[in-house]
């Protein structure tokens, strides 16, 4: 049922990424139940938001393993698809800082795409690690802050799926509050990352950044069910230090969290370009170095 009705149209690779992995949420779901007055308390900020993200890091002692699963999706030709899906583990070392490690993989499904060679294959993309320090904890002082870095090493093109080496970082302030107690939360979010790639041809190096802020809103509407929305807007640069625009794009998309039972929690987010424009090109949306749709699925347990 789920192949006959998947929609096709415009980007006939989604389904092929998209639905493993919608189903395998749905079906965590079934099996561990609905969320719970008792996970009620396991609703981390963090988590909350989709892309945008809170700057709770969990409690001295805590473990947790995440499995993100990230969808790019839309170009203004020819079908795209890129997929990865980024298995992490954390550890937070103290109140105030967490360490985690992630490995990850990604498809890439590309055909008729301007500017980009045809594509299907499977690959090793990235390995990174990360720190988070958090300044302010938000249960004591009137926002939350936390400090994010995370360096990556990689093997393959985001957008192309090509065999290249990179080496980056990326670096966010985090920002929330709670509005409403138990009841609505917002964050804010500052980003700015960096990638030195070398091409396999000998020599061949070129710098990229992406400087990007976010904004989102998420409300409990029954214990353990949190929806929301997120606004994000983009800016992609030549260089390492924002030396030359290249394009922007401005997101906006829903977002929900589900605290589960046995330490179970998921998320999801489903943001779609607005308005945007690529430097030197026409049109209202900016499909070189963005795509039209950006989905983000969360699954993740503390232990």
Known sequence: M???????AGFPALGNVLRPTIIAALGLIAVLGTPSAEAED?????????????????????????????????????SFAAGTSEAELKYTLSDSFRVSAAATLAYFDINGVPGLSDANRAAIQAASFSARFRVLDRSKAPIGLTLSVEPHWGLVDE???????????ETALLVDRELVPDRLLGAFNIQFEND???SVAPGAVR???????????????????????????LRSYDGAAL???SGQALYFGPTVFAALPSNYWLSAAFDFQVSGRAVGMPGSLDLTNFERYQAKIRVGFSF
């Open 207 to 233: 710098h990229e950044s992406i400087l990007g802020f976010g904004l989102a809103l998420s409300a409990q509407t029954s214990p353990g069910l949190w929806l929301g929305a997120e606004a994000r807007y």
């Open 196 to 198: 030195r790639v070398q």
């Open 243 to 245: 030396n030359i625009l």
């Open 2 to 8: 789920v192949g006959q009705v998947w929609p096709r």
């Open 159 to 169: 957008t192309k799926g090509q065999r290249i080496g990179h080496f980056g970082a």
């Open 42 to 78: 396991r609703a981390d900020s963090e988590h909350l938001f989709g892309f945008t993200e809170g700057s709770d890091i969990g409690s001295k002692g805590e473990r947790e393993f995440m499995n993100e699963s990230t969808l790019r999706l839309g170009k203004a030709a020819g």
